[in-house]
């Protein structure tokens, strides 16, 4: 079961279009139906997730919180994603593209920090890979 939970009051974000992402992420990676949460938060939610897990005292993008095990319900969980929307909000003026394209590409890269990608250029690969499969043509790139 693949769950959205916006839990920031600022931004409209398109619940249906996420959800269709993630979809397509575990269609591509062959994933068997597995259980991930992807959560739309603020920056005072984001910084306590990030000084509680990572002793950073500050807002991030994106944090990442993989479980990969099935639970006694026999159901696969996957992991969670959370989002800062406001974080992606400032990120998208200097890419150039909109907070929804943003939100896009912080989803494909907390999805791959689940599946066990780290921060090498094995994992910028396999972004421009997904980036290139699942969104171009969406927004014209």
Same mark, same amino acid.
């Given at each position: 079961m693949i769950e959205i939970i916006n839990q920031q009051k600022r931004y409209r974000i398109n619940k249906n279009n996420f959800k269709n992402l993630l979809k397509r992420l #575990?269609?591509?990676? *062959?994933?068997? +139906?597995p259980d991930v949460t992807l959560a739309f938060v603020n920056n005072r939610t984001? /910084?306590?997730? &990030? &000084?509680?897990?990572? &002793? *950073? &005292? %500050? $807002?991030? +993008? #994106?944090?990442s919180f993989p479980i990969n095990e099935k639970g006694a319900d026999g159901k696969f969980y996957l992991g969670d994603i959370i989002i800062c929307v $406001?974080? %992606?909000? *400032?990120?998208?003026?200097? /890419? *150039?593209? +909109?907070?929804e394209r943003e939100m896009e590409l912080l989803t494909i890269h907390g999805f791959l920090h689940i599946l066990g990608f780290e921060h090498f250029a094995e994992m910028e690969e396999e972004e421009n890979t997904i980036r290139n499969l699942l969104l171009e043509g969406e927004h014209g790139n």
């Open positions: #575990v269609e591509f990676y *062959k994933l068997e +139906d984001i /910084k306590e997730l &990030n &000084n509680r897990f990572l &002793n *950073k &005292n %500050a $807002p991030t +993008d #994106v944090l $406001p974080q %992606a909000s *400032k990120q998208c003026f200097s /890419k *150039k593209h +909109d907070l």
